[in-house]
């Protein structure tokens, strides 16, 4: 099974702009990039997903490397509400493997 | 819509005893899927339904059953309940099946087996 590598955790300051990048260096061709994010106590919200191309939403925008061995998720500007734990996630079939995520604090 | 719903959102329970989570949605999606997630980890697939009639099984299976006989509703059973299944439950919906569709999820249910 593909597998998705992200930081533990990261930081930003509120306003600016946040870049959380994933490493899927398994992946195969035709596996989707899907972006979640789990607020605390509530469950996953989806944010973005694409396959080859750059995608941009109101949201998000989702980068992908040309060789799709990576991929980052930029938050235009951050909020306070935009903390939260982020999942990258490789999307096959039917199925969808989160990993532990990316925990995103941002300072006001 | 009120989108994915699940009831109860919290429960005990003592080891043996079952019970039924209920999952239901008003998009009229074809796909739905329940996924457990412990402390500090991301979620595990337990099951999961592509239509009415038609479940299989995901990540972690043993120890539960679904069942979808409608298009809405999809309950998740625990036979006898142990400890090691205190999680918090989430259902999920998707338009459709395979990778190119957003789930949606509910709110979660978090149980506790004493």
């Known amino acids: 099974d593909a597998k998705t590598t992200q930081p533990n955790s990261m930081e930003s300051n509120e306003e600016e702009p946040v870049h959380l990048p994933c490493n899927h260096s398994?992946?195969?061709?035709?596996?989707?990039i899907h972006w979640y994010r789990q607020l605390p106590s509530q469950g996953p919200e989806y944010v973005i997903h694409?396959?080859?191309s750059n995608v941009n939403n109101r949201m998000a925008s989702l980068a992908i490397a040309e060789d799709r061995k990576s991929s980052t998720l930029i938050l235009h500007r951050a909020t306070l509400r935009d903390a939260a734990v982020y999942y990258c996630?490789?999307?096959?079939?039917?199925?969808?493997?989160f990993g532990a995520g990316t925990r995103l604090t941002v300072k006001p | 819509n009120a989108g994915v719903t699940q009831t109860p959102k919290f429960q005990v329970l003592k080891t043996g005893q079952s019970m039924t989570l209920q999952c239901a949605q008003d998009?009229?999606?074809?796909?739905m899927s329940w996924y457990r997630q412990d402390p500090g980890m991301g979620l595990r697939l337990i099951h999961y339904?592509?239509?009415?009639?038609?479940?299989d099984q995901g990540e972690v299976p043993n120890g539960y059953n679904v069942s979808r006989s409608t298009t809405e509703d999809f309950p998740l059973r625990l036979l006898s309940a142990a400890p090691s299944q205190t999680s918090v439950y989430f259902c999920?919906?998707?338009?459709?099946?395979?990778?190119?569709?957003?789930?949606?999820f509910g709110p979660g249910t978090r149980l506790t087996v004493l």
């Open positions: 999920a919906s998707s338009r459709g099946t395979g990778q190119n569709n957003e789930q949606f």
């Open positions: 398994t992946i195969s061709g035709t596996d989707y």
């Open positions: 694409g396959l080859t």
């Open positions: 996630i490789l999307r096959f079939g039917n199925d969808m493997r």
């Open positions: 998009m009229n999606h074809e796909y």
């Open positions: 339904s592509v239509g009415a009639g038609i479940t």
